[in-house]
């Protein structure tokens, strides 16, 4: 994990006075909401519904258990005692006073964290695979090369008034848990034929009203090449990127309306001028980066095999947890964890500031003091012991964390929706519940398998609704909500856009309605091990038309 040199502490204290400042002027009445606004954009503080939110980084989700708990000291101290975990890898809070934002930020610096660039045009929060570093199938750990992006774009003076906002990812394998293809950069770290490190480049995905999947423009970019090409990419949509307006900003409108090859043509052009700059990578300085992501001394813990063995002998609910929760980790001893922050009938991705002291214990005992936040709103410890499984287990059993669910209906993405979301057009945490409690029945829930549910409570795709195998999205219509619903989406290697089956259905209307799509697929499965994606790519939507719409949709 990466550790504060001098000019990270000074900069950071540095911002926490300047901001505390702002604030004191801004309550003082010496500047208005709408001067205040920019200000408190660049230190990741929103107005919402009922009060302002301040959402905190989380580099490519990676903490250690102090930081952790002081999350934890936030969510009981200044805010209701819970936190949100993000899409994004990051952790929101919804309730802080404004005259408390600058303690919080001081307490965050005191544990090497902050606010800055969580909101704004500017290059946000670098993602990264929540299992980056334990993954069995990785070609390289991404986190250094995502904490090099981080250096470089962090008040990058030519990068802080971008057309629009701007999200980058990065994963190391194979399988992508990322979800780079609907990143604004998508960055797929690779071996070429000569065995050197490198990355086949994307760009242009992203969601929103207008989702679109990203274009590969590099087969392979040698890594010492990774920042003077992204700069290129950078500034071939800073000079192009429209600015008259925001619906059409993103760099995604410039690819499509360019076109891949031309935006490629002029991202090659301009990279001819920085390739050999001095923003060409030293192997040096990459090697330098990688030491702080070196991997926990993992000692051989053989009698694992065993315990385990016992355990889910003894255990049906151990045994359900090992299935869904835990994979494989590249040392056989070894496996990462997923807690699951969807417990049945609770909104996605909240944890309590109790939770969160737990969870940091448990890093700190078992899991070699590292805890990750993974994009689809659950809590990871990548390094634990298979010999220390059946406590970890007990430990989250006694917090509430250890639901089985992991990739499962109930394991749902919802974002804040209208609960708390100025732009919101319609609720998203009352539908995961209600969906949540329908499929309750742990056995069901196995029944159906994997099948990723996401919901976003407007346009902006905060949810990920698009990329859900099923995606619902709130609307509003006539002064009422609506939900309408999408298939056969996906953020893997694989990704695509979901498609949607029909017009929508009322707030009392859309658990039915979840629930007879499930049926339908279980009923035209070609075996148990076709999931929910796969019988829709095999059958298409009619069947699923059909069975929502009945007549309707035969005559549409």
Known sequence: MYRYDEFDHGFVTARVAEFRDQVERRLAGEITEDQFKPLRLMNGVYLQLHAYMLRIAVPYGTLNSRQMRMLAHIARTYDKGYGHFTTRQNIQFNWPALADIPAILNDLASVEMHAIQTSGNCIRNVTADHFAGAAADEVADPRPY????????????????????????????????????????????????????????????????????????????????????????????????????????????LVHETGAEEFARQVEAEWEALRDSELKLPDADIRAIETYFAPPPLTARPEGDETVKLARLDSRSFGAWLERNVVSHRHPDYAAVTISLKGIGEAPGDATDVQMDAVADLAERYGFDEIRVSHEQNLILPHVARADLKIVHERLVEIGLATANAGLVTDIIACPGLDYCALANARSIPVAQDISRRFASAERQREVGELKLKISGCINACGHHHVGHIGILGVEKKGAELYQITLGGSADENTSIGEIVGRGFGPDEITDAIETLIDTYLGLRASREENFLQAYRRVGAQPFKDALYGQEAKAA
């Open 146 to 253: 995502a904490e090099i992006l981080r250096q470089w774009s962090s008040v990058h003076p030519e990068f802080s008034y971008l057309p629009r906002k701007f999200k980058i990812a990065v994963t190391g394998a194979e399988r992508d848990r990322a979800a780079i293809q609907v990143h604004d950069i998508g960055l797929h770290l690779k071996r070429n034929e000569a065995g050197e490190l490198g990355f086949a480049v994307w760009v242009g995905g992203g969601q929103g009203r207008t989702p679109m999947i990203a274009k590969k423009i590099r087969d392979f970019l040698p890594e010492r090449d990774l920042l003077s090409y992204v700069t290129a990419i950078m500034r071939v949509y800073n000079l192009h990127g429209r600015r008259d307006n925001k619906y059409k900003a993103r760099i995604k409108i």
